[in-house]
């Protein structure tokens, strides 16, 4: 879209490019949006339009923070060096990653002389990220309410397109409070719930009480008298 607007010299903003490619994706497929890569998509393409011209760092910052409530609705946990590995590696995928991978298509498309080596060069940068990954740090957030979710993502937008320090600060305390709030709430409930699991083969039971003064599991385990011809797996 930005390609064909400079063609016709039309003067439209990157934001409004943006904007109109959001909505074009919500009238042709808008459950696409309920998939998290495509949400993390969008929320970074829109960081990459705020932080323009603020520091390295700061961008790197602001961009990982407008993730987050993202991630934590998802898939419930954030690893705290997370951020130290973006701000240490992400210049990598502009010089070397990106490049190499470019290289490696266009050539693979005519000779393929390059190509497994740089699969594997590709693989190993992999399981080296994996391998930080395993790193201790792992901070199991949980899942907020959908209401709190928004609330997170506002104050993360408020806080990316910032321009005056007070405001700056005084987002920063309120974004950080509002996640103690929520991580509190969710591992030190008001109320207690009981969870039901389906394992496969029957359900099992977990009941919390109030600020988890107890968390019990109940799961009946053990073989059955009947005939055990149902353990045998079936090959086919």
């Known amino acids: 879209e930005i390609i064909f607007t400079e063609l016709l010299n039309w003067k439209i903003s990157r934001l409004d490019v943006y904007s109109g490619v959001m909505l074009v994706n919500l009238f042709v497929m808008p459950e696409a949006f309920f998939m998290l890569s495509l949400q993390l998509r969008y929320i970074l393409a829109f960081g990459l339009i705020a932080v323009d011209g603020k520091p390295y760092l700061v961008q790197t910052i602001l961009l990982n923070l407008l993730t987050v409530?993202?991630?934590?609705?998802?898939?419930?946990?954030?690893?705290?060096?997370?951020?130290?590995?973006?701000?240490?590696?992400?210049?990598?995928?502009?010089?070397v990653i990106f490049p190499v991978l470019i290289f490696g298509v266009v050539e693979g498309i005519f000779f393929g002389w390059f190509t497994a080596p740089i699969g594997i060069f590709l693989a190993a940068f992999n399981h080296f990220l994996n391998w930080i990954g395993s790193f201790p740090g792992m901070v199991h957030f949980g899942r907020p309410s959908v209401w709190l979710t928004a609330w997170m993502i506002l104050l993360?937008?408020?806080?990316?397109?910032?321009?005056q320090r007070a405001v700056l600060l005084r987002q920063t305390l309120i974004l950080v409070f509002t996640f103690a709030v929520s991580y509190?709430?969710?591992?030190?409930p008001k109320y207690g719930e009981v969870t039901m699991i389906d394992v496969g083969q029957g359900d099992s039971f977990i009941i919390r009480e109030p600020r988890n003064n107890h968390v019990i599991m109940i799961d009946t385990g053990g073989r059955l008298n009947f005939g055990q011809n149902w353990e045998q797996g079936n090959p086919t």
């Open 69 to 95: 409530p993202f991630l934590i609705y998802h898939v419930f946990e954030w690893h705290c060096l997370s951020l130290l590995v973006n701000i240490l590696i992400l210049p990598l995928f502009g010089i």
């Open 184 to 188: 509190y709430l969710i591992h030190y």
């Open 156 to 163: 993360t937008i408020l806080l990316t397109i910032s321009r």
